[in-house]
């Protein structure tokens, strides 16, 4: 076997490509993997771990300029831009402008929707055969309201959630204290989705990346793309630091590098980096039953088997992995005042990464025009973990030539040229 030809290549070790790398090596596929650092180590490991049916609204929403520009001036708020002069950052923030409105965040919501299913039931399917080993647990979330002009909304969003086949219950402050003993007096309400699920990021990257290696696949580290080799509408070569790799089909899951490496083959996908943070504490006598998403900060609050983590903010900030420090601080600071427990708690790591943002909030997945052996699978800001699986699968069944249906519309790169001024 030529250890530099395969059937597929996989640029990206993160949740997706790891998950493409599975389905497709289970169909049969001779399946490489280019990562250019380590397998796990970008925004799929450091995360919240949760699988959503409740996740249904995506980032740019009616309300959402009103409320960001409330945050964007507080140095320890969960949103924050990094100005800077560039064409393709402006691009990004006028597609998202115009995507902040009710007819885009319906169309969203309904797309979504079917996404979460279908990626519950795939979830599922895994955690049957390794969710020991990844700490699956399908526990709920408890989204917790800490003003009563947001829990006044919360029957609105249950009506939403209820109307996509999902199970929630609006819960009163005494319900929210009975269901979670850790949540202390800040809390005025919440919501409770009982279909929702949770895993250790960290743990479900080595246990697909080990089943996909058990089915075939090779899973090249520190090996950074740097060109192609094309052939009239086909790639046939991709250059890396570790030598030139050649396939049949190009998979590019490469997060919040999307546009960078699709640039090299003459396309930019409108993708901005949106830091986030982790901090992860270690267990306690004390605990928090479940996980627990705070309404107004923002902030998820995963308990894994071994540890606690804290997850949240988002920072519009390219590529930059410079940590924050204020808004990390920010984060305890706020959670705190949700988990009383864990003002003294001192975290044993702190993380931070970027989730790959697309400017009308939904992922991008399909043929990169006009390179016919070319997909795109990426996009998914705070989702990857819970969409990754559904997407290997979606993936797979592209590289068979088979459809998406309606949802290979929706989620086309072909719609993202209107958010670029070069089109």
């Not at 005494?174 to 919501?191: M, R, T, Y």
């Not at 590529?319 to 044993?348: C, F, W």
């Not at 790591?349 to 390179?371: M, N, Y």
């Amino acid at each position: 076997m030529d250890i530099r030809k395969g059937d597929v290549i996989i640029i990206g070790g993160g949740v997706i490509g790891l998950s493409a790398a599975y389905y497709a090596a289970m169909a049969g596929a001779e399946v490489i993997v280019l990562e250019k650092g380590e397998i796990g180590c970008g925004c799929s490991s450091g995360n919240a771990g949760l699988i959503g049916r409740s996740y249904l609204e995506p980032l740019p929403s009616p309300g959402v300029i009103r409320e960001s520009a409330r945050e964007i001036f507080d140095p320890e708020g969960f949103f924050g831009i990094k100005p800077r002069l560039d064409i393709g950052f402006l691009s990004w923030i006028i597609g998202f402008l115009r995507s902040s409105n009710k007819k885009h965040f319906a169309f969203a919501v309904d797309t979504f929707s079917r996404l979460n299913a279908e990626a519950a039931r795939a979830h599922m399917e895994l955690a049957e055969l390794g969710g020991g080993r990844y700490d699956f647990k399908k526990s709920g979330l408890l989204l917790i309201f800490g003003s009563n002009h947001r829990f006044h909304q919360a029957h609105k969003r249950q009506e939403r959630a209820t109307a996509c086949g999902v199970i929630c219950r609006v819960l009163s402050r005494e319900e929210v204290l009975e269901q979670e003993p850790a949540v202390g007096e800040h809390a005025v309400g919440g919501i409770h989705y009982s279909e929702d699920a949770s895993l250790d990021p960290r743990l479900f990257l080595q246990w697909i990346g080990g089943e996909a290696k058990a089915y075939g696949a090779r899973i090249i580290s520190g090996a950074e793309v740097y060109g192609f080799k094309t052939s009239r509408n086909q790639v046939k070569t991709v250059l890396t630091t570790k030598g030139d790799y050649r396939s049949e089909q190009v998979v590019v899951a490469c997060g919040s590098w999307l546009s960078q490496v699709c640039g090299q083959l003459g396309r930019k996908i409108p993708v901005e980096g949106g830091r986030g943070i982790s901090l992860t504490f270690p267990v306690t006598e004390e605990r928090v039953r479940q996980p627990l998403l705070l309404d107004e900060s923002h902030i998820a609050i995963t308990p894994f088997t071994t540890s606690l983590r804290l997850t949240g903010v988002l920072e519009l900030a390219g590529l930059d992995l410079t940590l924050n420090v204020r808004r990390m601080r920010g984060v305890h600071r706020a959670a705190s005042r949700y988990v009383p427990m864990l003002q003294e708690l001192k975290p044993i790591e702190i993380w931070r990464g970027l989730r790959p943002c697309i400017p009308d909030g939904l992922p991008v997945l399909g043929q990169l025009d006009p390179w016919e052996n070319v997909l795109v699978a990426g996009g998914h800001d705070g989702r990857g973990v819970s969409l990754g699986p559904i997407t290997g699968k979606y993936v797979t069944r592209l590289l068979n030539g088979e459809s998406m249906g309606d949802l290979g519309k929706r989620l086309s790169p072909k719609r993202l040229q209107s958010f670029s001024f070069l089109h």
